[in-house]
């Protein structure tokens, strides 16, 4: 079973421009062991696109991105990136001051349970801007949660289209 495109571990600097990242046959796996595109540890790093035409984009995986950091010392970069089919599109844990701008979040696979675009938990610092979060499967989908974050954050001009919840603070 896929577990992830790419670790990253304790580093900085690292760009994926223009990248894809699809599970082609998603429909063989739970939606648990549908593999990740990227996994990290500590990181710091750019998502983004490489021309107009040509975007990152995360498909048909369990989490799009997964992002936890112990120290807060780096931070990532998302923008412009397309999260289509995914059960969660993005998970931050502990992250300072990451930037998610002007993405596009297709939330959810059929017969996910509980699927999201974005999910904050204990971060801070961060800029959440201009995004698009869509629930096109027809089924329960919450577009961006937000859990026990601090009060210096920016989180405006967000879009939610047929989410179930649009945005959760808790």
Do not use: W
């Not at 063989?28 to 593999?35: H, I, L, P, T, V």
């Not at 995360?58 to 991105?65: D, P, R, S």
């Amino acid at each position: 079973k896929p577990y992830s495109f790419a670790t990253l571990y304790d580093v900085r600097g690292v760009q994926f421009y223009g990248c894809t990242f699809r599970n082609t046959a998603p429909a063989s796996y739970a939606a648990s062991d549908r593999g990740k595109g990227i996994i990290s540890i500590d990181a710091g790093y750019t998502v983004s696109l490489f021309s107009p035409t040509q975007l990152c984009k995360f498909e048909n995986l369990y989490y799009g991105i997964d992002a936890s950091n112990s120290a807060n010392l780096n931070s990532i970069y998302v923008k412009k990136a397309e999260f289509t089919g995914n059960s969660q599109g993005m998970l931050l844990t502990n992250n300072k001051n990451a930037t998610i701008i002007s993405n596009k979040f297709d939330v959810g696979f059929p017969n996910d349970i509980d699927p999201y675009g974005l999910y904050l938990n204990y971060c801070r610092g961060y800029q959440v801007e201009d995004n698009d979060f869509i629930s096109s499967q027809n089924q329960f989908s919450y577009g961006s949660i937000v859990s026990n974050a601090d009060v210096n954050n920016k989180v405006y001009r967000n879009r939610f289209h047929d989410n179930s919840i649009g945005f959760q603070y808790q």
